[in-house]
C-alpha cells in the first residue's frame, strides 16, 4: 500500500523559518529597539517597547513550533506544525499588510507581510502536496 508523504523540502524550510522566527522573537524580546531599527522601522518611546517585547514572545513560539515539531520527527508532527502554523501566518502577514497600506505602521513592516504570506503560501502547498512512496 502506497502512503503520503511530505515533499523532502519540508524539513529543511521548517528548520530554516524556525530559526528564523525564533532569532527573530528572541531579539524583539531581548532588545526591541535595536531589532526594529535593524529592520528598518520606527523605534516607538520606551514604553511601547513592551508591546514589542510581547510581539517577541509569540513570534519566537512560532519558530519554536516548527523546531519542536522537527526534533519529535515524523511527516505527522512537521504536518502539524505547519498546519498550526499556517493561520498564525496568514493572519500576521495579513495584519501586516492592511496596516501598512493604512498608514498604521511604516513601510519597512511590508517585509513582515511579504514573509508571512510567502510562507503561509509556501505552507498550504505542503500541505496539500504529497509524494506517494511504496
Known amino acids: 500500500m502506497k502512503t503520503k508523504k511530505l515533499p523532502v523540502w519540508a524539513t529543511p524550510y521548517a528548520l530554516a523559518v524556525g530559526l528564523m522566527d525564533l532569532a527573530t522573537g528572541l531579539a524583539l524580546f531581548t532588545a526591541p529597539g535595536w531589532t526594529l531599527a535593524r529592520m528598518g522601522a520606527v523605534v516607538p518611546e520606551a514604553p511601547a517597547l513592551a508591546y514589542v517585547r510581547f510581539g517577541g514572545t509569540f513570534v519566537a513560539a512560532v519558530g519554536a513550533t516548527y523546531l519542536l515539531a522537527l526534533r519529535r520527527g515524523g511527516d505527522s508532527s512537521l504536518r502539524a506544525a505547519l498546519a498550526g502554523t499556517f493561520l498564525l ?35 498550504a502547498w505542503l500541505l496539500r502536496r504529497r509524494e506517494e512512496v511504496e
Do not use: F, N, P
Open 89 to 123: 501566518r496568514l493572519a500576521a502577514g495579513t495584519g501586516a499588510a492592511v496596516s501598512v497600506g493604512a498608514g498604521w505602521l511604516d513601510a519597512a513592516w511590508a517585509l513582515v507581510a511579504v514573509t508571512d504570506l510567502g510562507c503561509a503560501a509556501a505552507q
